[in-house]
């Protein structure tokens, strides 16, 4: 894909997730196979009066992530623009605005999932954002706002005559949330509706999936949600790699706890902030019930080492393990 002067190579993109898509798994995806590692949403009310929690959001390795790729939400022309300035400040080379986020939060704000029932706001808002940065601007849509409003194909189709560079489709409503079952059908649908390059995101999980989707949808690229959350070696297997050994599990997951801790000036916020990722870790391996447990009483940096090299170390794979749930 081209995008602006960015010559991406690959097709694979790990999708911008809050508290997730944090420079050291960012890192870890790109290196694993992902070209595009986008932020997760960085507030443009935070940005654009450079709060220092929205700042920290724009945190990366200036030799490793390149292009840096931001997301961005809001729902105002004005601090979207103000934000992307910012965001160029601070070493953005590709922006992004959210336009699929379904949570209440965001979308009651007129952010988020609320910009595709208000298709010129949307517009007025690329254009702003491109204005303002001079940067490649592209777009994360839904389906629509629900099952009954299914507008995707139309409203890409203005967000390309709005400036943007590439789409990436998340094919469910708003009112779906992350439930339910993927309708590709929209994504094959904006493709044909616009000329910029599609990313196809929802329901991805395997390389046949991955396979499936490119042909059924004619997508230029594929992005990587849920799938990754725990699994970054996903990326690896989706371009015809091995699955991780035990060794290089256990390595991967010191090495991302060390890097996460980095960012932190507080460690045991650090040490607090990493449970989660390291419980979606110890998906699929046995005994990740009780280790769930354990690690939730985690304090200290050393005690989450020596409780990895235990686990990891000696665990194995569960063919009985159900589906990750990421809210756990």
Not at 291 to 312: G, K, M, N, S, W
Request: with cysteine; charged share 25%; glycine share 8%.
């Amino acid at each position: 894909m081209q995008l602006g002067p960015h010559d991406i190579r690959g097709t694979l993109s790990l999708a911008p997730m809050a508290a997730v898509s944090e420079p050291p798994f960012r890192i870890i995806c790109r290196e694993l196979g992902a070209a595009l590692t986008p932020t997760e949403l960085v507030s443009s009310e935070g940005l654009s009066r450079r709060q220092v929690r929205s700042l920290a959001y724009l945190k990366h390795d200036r030799e490793r992530e390149r292009p840096f790729y931001v997301q961005l939400f809001g729902g105002s022309p004005e601090r979207m623009a103000a934000a992307a300035l910012v965001a160029k400040e601070h070493g953005a080379q590709i922006l992004d605005v959210n336009m699929g986020c379904p949570v209440p939060k965001v979308t009651r704000n007129g952010s988020g999932a609320a910009l595709m029932a208000d298709p010129e706001r949307a517009k007025a808002i690329v254009r702003a954002v491109i204005d303002a940065s001079e940067l490649p601007v592209t777009a994360k849509i839904r389906s629509g706002w629900d099952a009954k409003s299914i507008n995707a194909p139309e409203f890409a189709r203005e967000l390309e005559q709005a400036g943007v560079c590439a789409i990436a489709v998340h094919a469910r409503t708003r009112a779906q949330g992350y439930s339910g079952k993927a309708d590709w059908s929209v994504i094959a649908a904006v493709k044909r509706a616009v000329q910029v390059p599609v990313i196809g995101n929802g329901d991805v999980h395997t390389a046949a999936d991955c396979e499936r989707m490119v042909r059924e949808t004619g997508c230029d690229g594929v992005m990587i949600g849920r799938a990754a959350l725990g699994n970054p070696w996903v990326f690896r297997e989706l371009c015809g790699g091995p699955a991780p050994t035990r060794d290089e599990r256990l390595a991967l997951v010191l090495r991302h706890f060390d890097e996460h801790l980095a960012i932190f000036a507080d460690k045991g916020a650090g040490v607090r902030s990493f449970r989660r990722p390291l419980l979606w870790y110890a998906h699929g391996l046995r005994g990740a019930a009780q280790f769930r447990v354990a690690a939730t009483h985690l304090a200290e940096a050393d005690e989450v080492r020596q409780a990895i090299a235990r686990f990891f170390g000696e665990a194995e794979a569960d063919p009985a393990a159900g589906a990750l749930d990421p809210e756990d």
